[in-house]
């Protein structure tokens, strides 16, 4: 009995997510090629797409070329196809009548195909007729191959359990491929700048890096030290114009631990590293999603640190200028 069902699961599974990947991934590239065979270039950013060439017979090159772009119009259809595959389960349970799983695997193939050619498409230089062909070719999967792998149950759900499951399960799917479209909240790039102060009597004041947001803070802070400097950053934001957010970070001392600090979700903070422990003034109450990720350095002769933002792959690796020897 396992087995049987374990069977029927992986059956529904290739048929739905795999087949509508491999049907609209290789599709897409057969006509892509044709055209290319008929002298028009469907994709490139120079000299772009257009009539540049003649009529002929593709080349073996030009043929491996565009079926190679199978695979990555594939891997991105797969993430809607894993979509189809509890698409169907929800309609099997539902028991729904063959031509409404035509109508809404119909309606839905033919957008999550042409969405996800149009997202691979948009590194390619695609032209619009890779998107168009997707959608043609998910709307024949959706009305023709879809229903059938949807498998009803032999004794049918109440039916306000039916409608409300086919409802949800739609609204869902619609909305997972709308939400790239809908409006979102900006991001403000984040800069920091971090700096280390050694015993003096020179008050330190803004850095150039950031300007005289910090000055006033800085005032009330009262550090007095000889300024060496450290590292600075930005970025992370969506481009859209949003107010940045700006942190300096003082050192007072080695960073000895790796620390993960507090991104304010608007304006600007100081960080004082002191006793071992970083302090924001003000204290960050809303937080951004985001952190600033300080740890020490890697370098074995003169006193450092790394910084990272967010979820970048790297620390970027850094020394104090003017240089500070290891231990002071």
Same mark, same amino acid.
């Given at each position: ?7 029927? @699961? ?11 990947? *491999? =049907? /609209?991934?290789? *599709?897409?590239?057969? /006509? ?10 469907? +994709? ?41 595959? *509890?698409?169907?389960?929800?309609? *099997? ?9 035509? !109508? ?19 590194? @390619?230089?695609?032209?619009? =007729? ?41 609204? !869902? ?59 600075? %950053? %930005? ?35 100081? +960080? ?19 952190? !600033? ?8 002769? +003169? ?5 990272? !933002? ?13 240089? =500070?020897?290891?231990?002071?």
């Amino acid at each position: 009995m396992k087995s049987q069902v374990l069977k029927s @699961l992986g059956r529904r599974f290739a048929g739905t997510a795999l087949l509508f990947s *491999g =049907i /609209v991934g290789v *599709g897409t590239s057969v /006509v892509l090629l044709l055209c290319s065979s008929f002298g028009y270039l469907p +994709y490139s950013d120079r000299p772009g797409p257009g009539w540049w060439w003649r009529v002929h017979w593709p080349s073996w090159a030009e043929t491996a070329t565009y079926i190679g772009f199978a695979p990555w119009f594939a891997y991105f259809c797969l993430y809607f196809g894993c979509g189809f595959f *509890g698409l169907s389960l929800v309609l *099997g349970v539902a028991s729904t009548p063959r031509w409404l799983n035509r !109508l809404l695997g119909g309606a839905i193939a033919a957008a999550a195909a042409g969405l996800a050619v149009m997202g691979a498409g948009w590194i @390619l230089a695609l032209s619009s =007729i890779g998107p168009d062909a997707a959608f043609v070719l998910g709307l024949l999967y959706g009305v023709f191959l879809f229903p059938r792998f949807i498998q009803p149950r032999t004794q049918p759900i109440t039916t306000w359990m039916r409608i409300s499951a086919v409802s949800c399960a739609t609204a !869902l799917f619609l909305y997972w491929i709308a939400s790239p479209f809908l409006s979102k909240r900006p991001v403000p790039d984040v800069n920091y700048d971090l700096i280390r102060v050694t015993p003096g009597e020179k008050a330190v004041t803004a850095t150039a890096f950031l300007g005289s947001e910090f000055a006033a803070g800085l005032a009330v802070l009262d550090l007095r030290g000889d300024t060496h400097g450290g590292i600075g %950053g %930005g970025g992370g934001g969506s481009g859209q114009n949003a107010p940045p957010i700006d942190i300096e970070l003082i050192a007072l001392e080695p960073i000895m631990k790796e620390t993960r600090l507090a991104i304010p979700n608007t304006g600007n903070v100081i +960080y004082v590293l002191k006793n071992g422990s970083w302090t924001a003034h003000p204290s960050v109450m809303q937080k951004d999603k985001r952190t !600033l990720t300080v740890k020490p350095g890697t370098d074995p002769h +003169y006193d450092g640190g790394r910084v990272k !933002l967010g979820e970048q792959s790297n620390f970027r690796a850094f020394t104090w200028y003017p240089a =500070i020897p290891k231990g002071q």
